[in-house]
């Protein structure tokens, strides 16, 4: 009879740093950049059908909770990923532009949806042509409606993205310019 070899399943991989029996070593940037991956807590701003496709990602099927995220923050003070998904007019454009400034640093933008991102094909003279004219935007998710397997592959970009920034990020020149671009200050 053939031994079945069984793995022990990792959780969540450990970042680059120096390992020897008994020890492991890496920057504290890393360490901080892993625990902030796997626990990003989503703010959803949720308005039309792509707030429909966002609920079949939280369901059990696509789970994304698997992901660290199974915790939804309707506060944004208590949330660091910001999801707008939906048609966003522009009489509501200032309402994401204030839930936006009343999270804080670090936080991260997903746009999802073709709506989110650019207006999609309401090409109105009421509709947002995209958050980005009020927010600044990390990762835009194409589609109308976006799949569950996209909106996990956006979630998957901003975990790389939170896993790799530097502590100095939200102090630099570039970042500082981005902020006073949109006319926000830098907290
Ligand atoms: S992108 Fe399509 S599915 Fe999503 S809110 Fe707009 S019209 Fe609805």
Same mark, same amino acid.
């Given at each position: 009879?053939?031994?079945?070899?069984? &793995?022990?399943?990792?959780?969540? $991989?450990? %970042?680059?740093?120096?390992?020897?029996? /008994?020890?492991? *070593?890496? +920057?504290?940037?890393?360490?901080?950049?892993?625990?902030?991956?796997?626990?990003?807590?989503?703010?959803?701003?949720?308005?039309?059908?792509?707030?429909?496709?966002?609920?079949?990602?939280?369901?059990?099927?696509?789970?994304?909770?698997?992901?660290?995220?199974?915790?939804?923050?309707?506060?944004?003070?208590?949330?660091?990923?910001?999801?707008?998904?939906?048609?966003?007019?522009?009489?509501?454009?200032?309402?994401?532009? &204030?839930?936006?400034?009343?999270? $804080?640093? %670090?936080?991260?933008?997903?746009?999802? /949806?073709?709506? *989110?991102? +650019?207006?999609?094909?309401?090409?109105?003279?009421?509709?947002?042509?995209?958050?980005?004219?009020?927010?600044?935007?990390?990762?835009?998710?194409?589609?109308?409606?976006?799949?569950?397997?996209?909106?996990?592959?956006?979630?998957?970009?901003?975990?790389?993205?939170?896993?790799?920034?530097?502590?100095?990020?939200?102090?630099?020149?570039?970042?500082?310019?981005?902020?006073?671009?949109?006319?926000?200050?830098?907290?």
């Amino acid at each position: 009879m053939s031994e079945v070899k069984t &793995q022990k399943p990792t959780i969540v $991989a450990p %970042p680059d740093g120096y390992s020897q029996p /008994g020890f492991f *070593a890496t +920057s504290l940037e890393k360490a901080v950049g892993l625990a902030r991956k796997n626990s990003i807590w989503p703010q959803p701003f949720a308005t039309s059908c792509c707030g429909i496709e966002f609920m079949a990602v939280m369901a059990p099927h696509y789970d994304l909770g698997r992901f660290g995220s199974e915790r939804l923050s309707y506060s944004p003070r208590q949330s660091d990923l910001l999801m707008v998904m939906g048609t966003i007019s522009k009489k509501m454009g200032p309402i994401v532009r &204030q839930v936006y400034e009343q999270m $804080a640093e %670090p936080k991260w933008v997903l746009a999802m /949806g073709a709506c *989110a991102s +650019s207006g999609g094909i309401f090409d109105t003279y009421s509709v947002l042509q995209g958050i980005d004219k009020v927010i600044p935007v990390d990762v835009y998710v194409p589609g109308c409606p976006p799949r569950p397997e996209q909106i996990i592959d956006g979630l998957l970009l901003i975990q790389d993205m939170v896993s790799k920034e530097s502590f100095r990020k939200r102090q630099s020149p570039e970042y500082k310019e981005l902020m006073t671009k949109y006319g926000m200050e830098n907290q």
